[in-house]
């Protein structure tokens, strides 16, 4: 069997998602039935780059192993929101987010260890989700040329059109700070007049004195919660061109070695791994939840 050649842009077109590991190179990426697979190994820390070769600002909305990667719940492209990724330029988050100053760094781990399975969500382990929604186009006034307006003036009679007023332009962010998006789109209850995409949610049950049960060990790798990280954001103003449906979603699977090679990718060696672990990371699903409740990610119980 032919070996997958290894790929850089796994996300569909014009957009790319790529996964980059701690020293800053591209993790190895293999396309198989039409599916795209990253090789981690235990303890390595990577990052999420998504890059916007378009003239329009998009927002990302991301998962790691089913859960949004802002709040730590279960992901749902439709009711949540994400990061903007500016025209001809790109956003790298590396890791949940906690606050808007930091983040918990995405360091792979064994499923057991990632933070879905310390949440006992680890049904999704296994798969990155990246929905990228373009930006409602703003209405805008073309007038005729000078000649055109007086001829159109002096056979209508009618006023001239007057030119709209120019648009306040957005403020610019700090350095160093990446945009997360506000919805403009959803009935609201602040004065501001607009929802904010993380604020607002219910808040978080308290810690449980209820004894947790061992969990059974699964093959492969999941996603910790890892060390603290500086990650500087702020909010601001997005309006989707279609709040529901995305231009785009990538999907990246990834797994050790021994994960890979049972799927048929060779690498280095050969090793065995249980079908029936394969067959939940095969059906792992980026994006599991519909529902909305903001707030940041909170740690494991």
Do not use: W
Request: charged share 25%; net charge positive.
């Amino acid at each position: 069997m032919p070996v997958p050649a290894p790929i850089v842009t796994p996300a569909q077109a014009p957009y790319d998602v790529t996964i980059v590991g701690e020293d800053g190179r591209e993790l190895d990426t293999y396309s198989q039935r039409n599916r795209f697979y990253v090789h981690g190994q235990t303890g390595e820390r990577y990052s999420i780059r998504v890059d916007n070769p378009t003239n329009r600002r998009v927002e990302a909305v991301v998962s790691v192993d089913g859960l949004d990667v802002i709040d730590g719940k279960s992901a749902n492209f439709r009711t949540k929101r994400g990061y903007i990724v500016p025209p001809r330029g790109s956003v790298t988050i590396d890791g949940f987010r906690t606050s808007t100053q930091s983040v918990a760094a995405f360091r792979f781990s064994s499923v057991s260890g990632s933070y879905a399975g310390r949440k006992d969500k680890a049904r999704n382990v296994g798969v990155i989700g990246v929905a990228l929604f373009e930006e409602k186009a703003q209405a805008t006034l073309v007038l005729p040329s000078r000649d055109r307006e007086l001829r159109v003036r002096k056979s209508s009679k009618r006023p001239a059109q007057s030119r709209p007023a120019p648009r306040r332009p957005a403020p610019r962010s700090a350095s160093g700070e990446t945009d997360l998006s506000e919805d403009m789109s959803q009935p609201c209850s602040d004065s501001a007049g607009v929802r904010s995409s993380l604020g607002g949610g219910a808040p978080m049950p308290g810690r449980s004195t209820r004894p947790q049960p061992e969990r059974e060990e699964r093959a492969g790798l999941g996603t910790a919660f890892g060390e603290n990280r500086s990650s500087a954001v702020r909010f601001t103003q997005f309006q989707r061109a279609n709040p529901r449906k995305p231009t785009s979603i990538a999907e990246l699977r990834y797994n050790n070695g021994e994960g890979l090679r049972a799927l048929g990718i060779r690498l280095r060696t050969f090793g065995g791994v249980d079908q029936n672990e394969l067959a939940i990371r095969e059906s792992a699903s980026a994006f599991p939840d519909n529902t909305y409740q903001g707030s940041f990610a909170k740690p494991p119980q």
